[in-house]
């Protein structure tokens, strides 16, 4: 176990909806980071939160967006699903700052139909 | 921008052949390096980094050295066993840009009795 707690396990929505995945950091880690895996694009880097501001951005679309919470979980939102946002979304967290080792949650199966 | 490029699989062994699985990287600087083990249904554990060159990560057999002038941090074991059947996820890690990760698209192993 990571520590890395990530909320709900399996999604499954229809084309155009919105949904919200959770995520709950590891105790004492201060960055959040949102990674997406999927069968064409591999593993990418969405964004990234440290202490609540953003931190860093990666490939993450303009219907995804994401925010980091004063008790330091973070929420994704991702609004007007398409087929291809069908993906395991990863959260990781670390103490931050460089060189801290990143624990990745179990991830969050989105299916979009 | 940074890549990661690993072999693509399957790669099927049996029970204690030796394992080599490549992995080379394109970045500007001096990156970190990382191998992520995913076993079925969890998310990414950490399982050896380097964060130098000419270092050698090791961790439960496996080991990966830090190749600067081939740009490389191939992953090897000397005896596989059924239990190390994942898939293998090469990372970088430029320290000054965020913390985030770059992913090579995995390599699955498999290993039969």
């Known amino acids: 176990d990571s520590g890395v707690t990530q909320t709900p396990k399996h999604l499954i929505t229809a084309t155009g909806q919105r949904v919200t995945l959770r995520c709950s950091p590891r105790?004492?880690?201060?960055?959040v980071y949102w990674y997406q895996q999927s069968l064409d694009q591999g593993l990418q880097f969405l964004i990234q939160?440290?202490?609540?501001?953003?931190?860093a951005k990666g490939n993450i679309l303009e219907r995804f967006s994401a925010q980091q919470f004063p008790d330091l979980h973070s929420e994704l939102n991702l609004s007007s699903l398409e087929l291809g946002d069908s993906a395991l979304y990863f959260c990781a967290s670390s103490v931050g700052g460089a060189d801290t080792e990143a624990f990745f949650g179990q991830g969050t199966r989105l299916t979009v139909v | 921008g940074d890549s990661v490029t690993q072999m693509e699989g399957p790669v099927t062994l049996s029970e204690e052949a030796f394992l080599t699985i490549n992995c080379t990287y394109t970045a500007t600087g001096y990156p970190s390096l990382f191998w992520y083990v995913q076993y079925p249904g969890e998310g990414l554990q950490l399982l050896l980094k380097a964060t130098k060159a000419d270092d050698k990560g090791s961790n439960k057999g496996f080991e990966a050295t830090y190749r600067k002038e081939t740009t490389s941090f191939h992953l090897e074991k000397g005896s596989v066993q059924v239990s190390d059947s994942a898939v293998y996820f090469c990372?970088?890690?430029?320290?000054?840009?965020?913390?985030?990760?770059?992913f090579g698209g995995g390599t699955r192993l498999m290993v039969k009795p």
């Open positions: 990372a970088l890690r430029r320290n000054n840009a965020g913390n985030m990760l770059t």
């Open positions: 105790s004492g880690d201060l960055s």
């Open positions: 939160y440290y202490n609540g501001e953003e931190r």
